[in-house]
């Protein structure tokens, strides 16, 4: 069992950053890897972001590239995503998972998440 708890959303204008942290407890957290989900209101959840167990690979859906960094610290048990350039269209709920399978952008392969956090982008 791992427990994960998001925190570090809020409301920011748009062009601002923020950066979500998820601290996990409970089995090895360097044994999985992780992933970041966003849900907005009406609208599936969709992968943002992924990173190995090692922090050696990582993956972005592209509406996020070049804007978000995902990242982990293993000492810390932590995953953060680091949200720069924000824009409107990034306000949704975000959740952290942990990866039980192999296809990272889908929310079916993850075992354990988060309650998410509330991101919310003002134009």
């Known amino acids: 069992q791992v427990q994960l708890v998001e925190s570090g959303g809020g409301l920011v204008q748009a062009g601002g950053s923020l950066r979500l942290s998820c601290a996990a407890s409970?089995?090895?957290?360097?044994?999985?890897?992780m992933g970041w989900f966003r849900q907005a209101p009406g609208k599936e959840r969709e992968f943002v972001a992924a990173?190995?167990?090692?922090?050696?690979?990582?993956y972005y859906v592209d509406s996020v590239k070049g804007r978000f960094t995902i990242s982990r610290d293993n000492a810390k048990n932590t995953v953060y995503l680091q949200m720069n350039s924000l824009k409107p269209e990034d306000t949704a709920a975000y959740y952290c998972?942990?990866?039980?399978?192999?296809?990272?952008?889908?929310?079916?392969?993850?075992?354990?998440w988060g309650q998410g956090t509330q991101v919310t982008v003002s134009s």
């Open positions: 998972a942990a990866l039980r399978g192999s296809e990272y952008d889908s929310p079916s392969e993850y075992d354990y």
């Open positions: 409970g089995r090895t957290f360097s044994a999985y890897a």
């Open positions: 990173i190995s167990w090692s922090g050696g690979s990582r």
